[in-house]
């Protein structure tokens, strides 16, 4: 058995559960606590690096009070699984985020991600908490073009070698030695960027489904061999935050949780951190009851959709799907997809293109056979096997009689 | 003309009927319930809220009781083909001369239809042995399969006869998702994929068993009902 056969086989029977410890006892917390308020008045002794916006002056001007801002404060402390006795650290973590420089950059996606945090209704908390970080580079976000931004790029990983976070959006086109993708004068590929910027990172973060399972770029017939940041970068602590896009909140609770620990949070076996997506958007779903009571929407429009009926007919995936947007939903939980009458299309999963988005029931999905090409649904083609074992049974059976009254025949004379 | 004449065979006891019986009902109560959890075909015509009906966790529960009966089952026949005191499954199992030419001889006469007959028919045969063994290799998958996809809604890690539980499916069950292509969906294709080729081996092992008793004239049906059949004796 190959070195790689023995890793994978290994892999395979110590592959962390999805488990997630929500109370891990008096004694853990205290110390926990004792540690991030030392860090944390490490950081504040810290001059903000290049970020001087006051967050509170900010949270006034549009126009939301300390009130709304301590509310958000303890339930982003519950989203990350620590007692109600850790709100004042993270509110005063908050305001210390612009000691941690992060360099953020786009490869092959289509930065909804960037999207997300910036085209909200109004700024909403996670959105503004989002201003304070210290933000070191941003293809679109920046004012620099040209020579101007690879001379800021060059400069920020120079200053902050070995401690700016990382992150990244989008896949990483492998097809073709890389060449689907470049970046800059010099052509340099994703690959080698993506490389390049990580090996000075203190963490990546993969941020989107793309950057973390390769998502709408790696989906069949992947033509550029698009792949995720984890299949990429090799001996950096990386963290997955999937979703379509992913949740600003997520990406706060991430970086809040290393400026509050100095560490990063749990992950699962997917590297995907525990608090938010340890659990099923089906288990907390505002229309668990009518998939339970077998109520479910039949078409769009019908009386069971006016009744917000359970969307599991057409086609929710919400049952196979790892994250937190039932509870926390988008916008400042404004909203979410089933909130909105439409099922889950799994979009933070692997392969999620593929597997969950074809909006109808698995056993009603167009399965890829392996030969590619021919599409099947699972039940055609168990109709299929089971046509195919009829006729077989029946010619045998035909064959039989006539076969059999002949040996009689035989046995007669 | 030859005389013919009737022995009795002693085939299957009767712990071994109640499980071939238990299965065979389960077996439909699975299929009747997972392709309702699979896609709801039928609705819920019960007026009133939500609350009072569970027809989904009704059908839920139906499918998880008939996996824990497989579950026993399995285990039970997984012993008996190694240490039962009746006959023991794996013997014929073996790939030696004597089962090889035994099931192609089987083969031969299912396929010539009846016309070629020469092996021992009062006892079980090593080509029948090898249909059953895939049933239970697919059971054994479904379940592995199922646990996983069971295992899901564990999450937080309790459940109500305790932790280890989850920990156990995990520990059990979780090489699956690799194997059937690497995410949760895939695990919940091959899942459903194999009841249909479960659905094809009940339908042929019927008409097989029918056709034998027909072809055979040695009342083979009678067998998973009474325990025995009559071989013929030459004389």
Redesign the interface.
């Given at each position: 058995m190959g070195k790689d056969t023995m890793e994978s086989v290994k892999k395979l029977f110590t592959t962390q559960s999805s488990k997630v410890d929500t109370n891990r006892g008096e004694a853990y917390y205290a110390d926990l606590y004792n540690s991030c308020r030392k860090r944390l008045d490490e950081l504040k002794a810290l001059p903000p690096i290049n970020n001087k916006l006051d967050l509170q002056a900010a949270l006034f001007d549009e126009g939301i009070d300390r009130r709304d801002f301590l509310k958000w404060a303890s339930a982003t402390t519950a989203m990350l699984m620590l007692p109600a006795s850790f709100t004042p650290l993270v509110a005063d973590a908050v305001q210390v985020m612009n000691r941690i420089p992060v360099i953020w950059i786009e490869l092959s996606d289509c930065a909804g991600n960037s999207e997300a945090l910036l085209r909200s209704d109004g700024p909403k908390i996670d959105e503004i908490v989002l201003d304070i970080i210290s933000l070191e580079f941003h293809e679109t976000l920046q004012a620099a073009a040209g020579h101007q931004a690879e001379k800021q790029l060059e400069d920020a990983i120079a200053t902050f070698k070995g401690k700016y976070i990382l992150f990244v959006e989008g896949a990483v086109p492998l097809g073709m030695d890389g060449q689907y993708g470049t970046i800059g004068a010099k052509a340099e590929t994703f690959k080698d960027h993506l490389i390049r910027l990580s090996s000075d990172a203190a963490a990546v973060i993969a941020v989107g489904s793309c950057a973390t399972f390769g998502g709408i770029p790696a989906a069949a017939p992947n033509p550029t061999g698009a792949v995720g940041v984890m299949n990429v970068v090799s001996g950096k602590p990386i963290i997955n935050i999937p979703a379509c896009p992913a949740n600003p909140a997520n990406m706060v609770g991430v970086v809040l949780h290393y400026v509050l620990t100095g560490k990063l949070p749990e992950l699962d076996s997917l590297l995907r951190p525990k608090f938010a997506f340890g659990y099923r958007i089906h288990d907390n779903c505002e229309r668990r009851a009518h998939f339970d009571a077998g109520e479910y929407v039949e078409e769009w429009g019908d009386s069971g959709a006016k009744n917000n009926f359970c969307l599991y007919k057409m086609g929710c995936k919400g049952p196979m799907t790892f994250n937190n947007c039932s509870l926390i939903r988008y916008n400042e939980a404004v909203n979410w997809p089933v909130g909105v009458g439409r099922g889950c299309i799994g979009c933070s999963e692997p392969d999620f293109w593929d597997k969950y988005a074809y909006e109808r029931p698995m056993a009603n999905a167009n399965i890829k056979a392996p030969s590619g090409g021919v599409e099947k649904t699972a039940d055609e083609f168990g109709l299929v096997l089971l046509t195919a074992t009829g006729i077989g049974i029946g010619i045998h059976a035909v064959a039989s009689a006539i076969a059999g009254k002949k040996n009689s025949e035989k046995d007669a004379e | 003309?030859k005389q013919e004449c009737y022995k009795k065979v002693e085939r299957m006891t009767a712990s071994m009927r109640i499980i071939h019986w238990a299965n065979a009902i389960f077996m439909i109560v699975a299929i009747v319930t997972g392709?309702y959890i699979?896609?709801?075909y039928y609705?819920?015509l019960i007026a009133g809220p939500?609350?009072h009906?569970?027809?989904?966790?009704w059908?839920r529960l139906g499918h998880f009781i008939a996996a824990v009966i497989f579950d026993v089952t399995s285990i039970i026949v997984v012993y008996l083909y190694f240490f039962s005191r009746f006959e023991k499954s794996y013997k014929k199992l073996i790939p030696s001369a004597d089962n090889l030419h035994e099931f192609a001889e089987v083969f031969l006469n299912?396929i010539?239809?009846?016309?070629k007959k020469s092996f021992d028919s009062s006892h079980s045969d090593s080509f029948n042995t090898v249909y059953f063994t895939i049933f239970h290799l697919l059971l054994i998958f479904m379940l592995f399969t199922g646990l996983q996809l069971y295992v899901?809604?564990l999450?937080?890690?309790l459940s109500s006869i305790g932790s280890w539980w989850?920990?156990m499916l995990?520990?059990a069950t979780?090489?699956t998702i690799?194997a059937t292509g690497?995410?949760?969906?895939?695990v919940?294709?091959a899942h459903?994929?194999t009841?249909?080729?479960i659905?094809?081996w009940i339908?042929?092992h019927i008409?097989y068993q029918i056709?034998r008793t027909?072809?055979w004239q040695e009342g083979d049906l009678a067998i998973v009902v009474g325990g025995s059949k009559f071989a013929k004796e030459q004389k």
């Open positions: - | 003309m392709l699979g896609e709801p609705q819920t939500a609350v009906k569970y027809v989904m966790a059908n299912l010539t239809l009846n016309r899901h809604g999450e937080s890690g989850p920990w995990h520990f979780d090489w690799p690497g995410n949760l969906m895939t919940r294709i459903h994929v009841m249909w080729l659905i094809a339908v042929f008409y056709w027909i072809f």
